[in-house]
């Protein structure tokens, strides 16, 4: 079975810098995606970016990328020159059978002026 | 306009009552899910559907079924709610395949009295 382990309850940084968010994840598939999603303060559940575990290069979305390291089964977000709008839970997700997700328990990003 | 709406927004039962949460999507997706969302648990999947007229089991069932009479509809269904089903719930629907992101709909809180 996917599981997905965020040990990062809550992260407060300051705006204009950089921020990394732990995700790792244990599945017994040879090729698989992994996801982020953001969840806002109002709620709102949106896709940020993925990746293919076929693929080294790690992805990139605007100032969102990726820091998949396969062997360590770690997918980290990485959020560049962060902005008062980046504050959110963020959840890492990975896929099973009809693209079922399971999800970390997510971790809570403050990002002060 | 969004793509996934769910209704009701806000929902008050009590206990032993039976409580009919829906879910409406317009991006023509053939999977439709349901999760619950509470605190320290992230989102957990109670039942989703690959199509009309399918529903399949997730991780969290018990005390709940769900309904999937057309493409676009999907509805969870509380028969005897109970105060320990107080969450938040959120339908999404994907795309097939393991690479699809899913998109949520914007939640619904159901207190159970």
């Known amino acids: 079975a996917q599981k997905v382990t965020q040990t990062q309850t809550s992260i407060s940084v300051v705006e204009k810098t950089t921020v990394t968010m732990d995700c790792v994840y244990e599945t017994r598939d040879s090729s698989y995606f992994l996801f982020w999603y953001k969840q806002t303060a109002s709620g709102e559940i949106v896709f940020l970016i993925r990746q293919d575990s076929y693929k080294k290069e790690n992805a990139t979305v605007g100032h969102y990328s990726l820091n998949f390291q396969k062997p360590k089964s770690s997918i980290g977000l990485i959020i560049t020159a962060t902005q008062i709008e980046d504050s959110a839970v963020y959840f890492c997700?990975?896929?099973?059978?009809?693209?079922?997700?399971?999800f970390g328990s997510g971790t809570k990003l403050t990002v002060e002026p | 306009e969004a793509a996934v709406t769910q209704s009701p927004r806000n929902k008050v039962a009590v206990t032993g009552g039976k409580v009919t949460l829906s879910c409406n999507q317009t991006n023509n997706h053939n999977n439709m899910y349901w999760y619950r969302q509470d605190t320290g648990h992230g989102l957990r999947l109670i039942h989703y559907?690959?199509?009309?007229?399918?529903?399949e089991k997730g991780d969290i069932p018990d005390g709940y079924k769900a309904s999937r009479p057309s493409q676009e509809n999907f509805s969870l269904i509380l028969e005897l709610a109970t105060p320990s089903q107080t969450s938040v719930y959120f339908c999404?629907?994907?795309?097939?395949?393991?690479?699809?992101?899913?998109?949520f709909g914007p939640g619904t809180r159901l207190t159970v009295l």
């Open positions: 559907s690959y199509g009309a007229g399918s529903t």
């Open positions: 999404a629907s994907g795309a097939g395949g393991d690479y699809a992101e899913q998109f």
């Open positions: 997700a990975i896929p099973s059978n009809y693209n079922v997700l399971y």
